[in-house]
């Protein structure tokens, strides 16, 4: 298929780029781009995956297949809720076929922009909409069959990865949390973390853990995007929820932490992102907010969840 020379080319390689959700970051980034320059949302997406970058601890614990899993089950899947990818390929070889790519229509992965800083300065010189992701149609019937004859479900997400652990959602939170949404007569449904699942042992009666939901990410956003309200830990998932173009209502609850870098408030102060404010990003809608509180109780988040149904 010849590409219309309206459409632009993005290009992400995994040498010098993150193989985790900051990529959506990076999409959005590229989109914005693109559109200034070419007049077009849509684009082709070609991933080079020849070599891995080697830089954060997390890196340099990955395996090969570590890092097959991540591109087949999260960076693939991406492209999947990203309607403006037009198509996308996938090179094992160092600079397939960009010699044939238009310099002047092509994005790359450079200078980290796939952070946050980098979206913000692109969203304030363009003015476009950054919000790009979309669960596909079959994703969202699947959803509403999960719901089921649910009324105004809730969809609560957990961090329990084994990087970082002192971001991930404590289980006095989750249950205290969760029984509160119980005691409100609110349906619930959890979507565990996928590196390390949550023990379900101590989850309140009542709870419906959607595990499948963990392990497919179309099915994990539709569910966000049908539901009344999500209440999420801070982390790469919600990335796509706050640029979705449903742009579903949310909490996420995002504990500073001095003691940690990449939840500290000189972090976020270098990504851009107002802690000063409960809508921290300027794309947000009215009912997407964070809550920044270091011991979250669960009560609140609760009452601040049911305050945007």
């Known amino acids: 298929m010849s590409m219309s020379n309206k459409v632009g080319r993005v290009i992400y390689d995994f040498s010098v ?7 959506c970051v990076f999409l959005a980034t590229a989109r914005l781009e693109l559109a200034m320059k070419t007049g077009s949302p849509d684009f082709y997406l070609s991933l080079r995956a020849h070599a891995w970058r080697n830089k954060t601890p997390r890196e340099l614990r990955y395996s090969l297949d570590d890092r097959l899993w991540r591109l087949h089950n ?3 899947p991406i492209c999947g809720v990203t309607p403006g990818i037009l198509g996308y390929d996938v090179s094992l070889t160092d600079g397939d076929g960009e010699a044939s790519f238009d310099p002047l229509r092509c994005f790359r992965c450079e200078n980290n922009n796939y952070l946050n800083p980098s979206l913000l300065d692109v969203f304030e010189r363009s003015g476009f909409d950054p919000h790009l992701y979309a669960a596909p149609q079959l994703a969202l019937d699947y959803a509403r069959r999960m719901f089921g ?3 105004e479900p809730i969809v609560v997400t957990v961090r329990g990865s084994s990087y970082e652990g002192m971001r991930n959602t404590g289980s006095d939170f989750s249950v205290e949390l969760l029984q509160s949404l119980l005691d409100n007569g609110k349906s619930v449904f959890l979507i565990p973390d996928q590196e390390t699942a949550i023990e379900t042992a101590n989850i309140p009666r009542g709870i419906k853990v959607l595990h499948e939901a963990s392990f497919n990410l179309p099915l994990r956003l539709a569910l966000h995007e049908l539901a009344s309200v999500s ?3 801070a982390g790469g998932p919600t990335i796509l929820l706050t640029l979705s173009l449903r742009k579903p209502n949310l909490i996420v609850h995002h504990p500073l932490n001095p003691s940690l870098e990449t939840s500290s408030p000189q972090w976020m102060a270098a990504m851009g992102v107002d802690i000063t404010s409960d809508h921290p990003y300027p794309w947000l809608t009215k009912t997407q907010k964070w809550l920044w509180d270091l011991e979250p109780k669960g009560e609140a988040v609760c009452e601040a969840a049911l305050s945007l149904i």
């Open 231 to 233: 209440i999420c830990a």
């Open 149 to 151: 004859d649910a009324r």
């Open 17 to 23: 780029s993150p193989i985790t959700f900051d990529f």
């Open 74 to 76: 999260l960076i693939i």
